[in-house]
C-alpha cells in the first residue's frame, strides 16, 4: 500500500481530481457496511493505524506535492483548472496533519484563506478540529466570527465540530444543540449537526458508554414534536442496532423501547420504531 501511494505521489502525470480520490481512504461508515457485525473499535483503531503509518513513510512525499501546488495556488481566485490541483494538496494536507510537526501548516493555511477561498479554509479547519489544541479553539471561533451572519456557512461550522473524533465531541454537539447558531426548528441546522453526528461520527456517536445513543433519543423525542418526517430521518442510526455488538445492541434497543413509550409519537417515527424491533 505504501508502495502504490509513493508511486501514485512521484508520477505527477496523472489527473488531479481522479489522484485525490485514489489516496482517499473510505469512510469508517462504508467500511462498516462491508461486515456482518460492524465493529466501531476495530474499524476506527486499524483505520488510524493505517492513516498515521501512510503519512509517516511518505513524509516527504506528501510535503512535497503540497508544497508545491499550495505555492503555485496562493492567493490566486478561483479557477476551474485549480479545483483538482486544489483537492490533491488538501489531501496532502489531511496526512501531513496527522504528525506534530506539521501542525502549524493547518494553523497557516487557515490564516492565510480565511475569506479567500473557502475550500481551503474548510480543509484546514478540518484536519485542526480532530487535534486537541489552543490554536484549534482560535480557529474555530475566528471561523464563527467571519461568517456569523451566513447561515450555509455557519451549517459548515456545526457541521465539522460534529464529525471530529476527539473524545469531547459529544459534550461539544450537546452544547452547539444550545448555541444561538443552532435552531431546532431549522432542517438545515439539525442535519448539519445532529444528522452529522448520528450518521457520520461512528467513533463518537457509537460509544461503549451508549450516551450517543441516549443524546439522539432525546433530540428525537423533541423532534417529534417539531417535525416528524426529520424526526424520523435523525432516528435511522438507532434503527440499524442488529448490525453491532450484543452491547452496543442493548444500548440501542433500549432507546427505541423509550421512545415507543411516547403517547404521542408520529405515525411516521412509530412505524419506523416498530419495524426495527421486529
Known amino acids: ?28 461508515k462504508y467500511i462498516g457496511e462491508q461486515a456482518q457485525v460492524i ?9 488510524e493505524f493505517l492513516l498515521r503509518s501512510l503519512a509517516e513513510s511518505l513524509e516527504k512525499e ?3 506535492v503540497y508544497i508545491k501546488h499550495h505555492t503555485t495556488l496562493l492567493n490566486k481566485k478561483f479557477a476551474i483548472e485549480h479545483v483538482g490541483m486544489r483537492q490533491l494538496k488538501n489531501r496532502c494536507l489531511s496526512f501531513l496533519m496527522l504528525l506534530p510537526q506539521h501542525f502549524n501548516l493547518g494553523v497557516k493555511q487557515f490564516e492565510q484563506s480565511l475569506a479567500v477561498n473557502m475550500t481551503d479554509t474548510q480543509a484546514a479547519l478540518m484536519a485542526l478540529t480532530n ?10 471561533d475566528k471561523f464563527y466570527q467571519h461568517f456569523i451572519n451566513d447561515p450555509l456557512v455557519m451549517d459548515k461550522w456545526l457541521s465539522i465540530q460534529a464529525i471530529s473524533n476527539l473524545p469531547k465531541t459529544l459534550s461539544e454537539v450537546k452544547a452547539l444543540y ?4 443552532f ?17 457520520r461520527n461512528h467513533i463518537n456517536f457509537h460509544a461503549a458508554s ?9 433530540v428525537v423525542s423533541v423532534l417529534n414534536t417539531l417535525n416528524p418526517q426529520i424526526a424520523a430521518r435523525m432516528a435511522n442510526p438507532l434503527t440499524s442496532w442488529k448490525r453491532y455488538d450484543k452491547e452496543r445492541q442493548g444500548l440501542m434497543r433500549a432507546q427505541l423501547e423509550l421512545l415507543l413509550k411516547d403517547t404521542k409519537l408520529s405515525p411516521d417515527l412509530y412505524e419506523l420504531i416498530t419495524k426495527s424491533l421486529e
Open 1 to 28: 500500500l505504501i508502495d502504490c501511494f509513493k508511486y501514485l505521489l512521484t508520477n505527477d502525470d496523472h489527473d488531479y481530481l481522479l489522484l485525490s480520490e485514489m489516496l482517499a481512504f473510505p469512510s469508517e
Open 39 to 47: 465493529d466501531i473499535d476495530g474499524i476506527h483503531a486499524v483505520r
Open 62 to 64: 506528501w510535503l512535497q
Open 131 to 140: 487535534i486537541d489544541s489552543p490554536q484549534r479553539e482560535q480557529a474555530l
Open 178 to 181: 444550545q448555541h444561538s447558531a
Open 183 to 199: 435552531d431546532i426548528k431549522n432542517p438545515n441546522k439539525v442535519y448539519a449537526l445532529i444528522g452529522t453526528f448520528g450518521h
Open 210 to 218: 451508549g450516551e450517543g445513543y441516549v443524546f439522539l433519543r432525546e
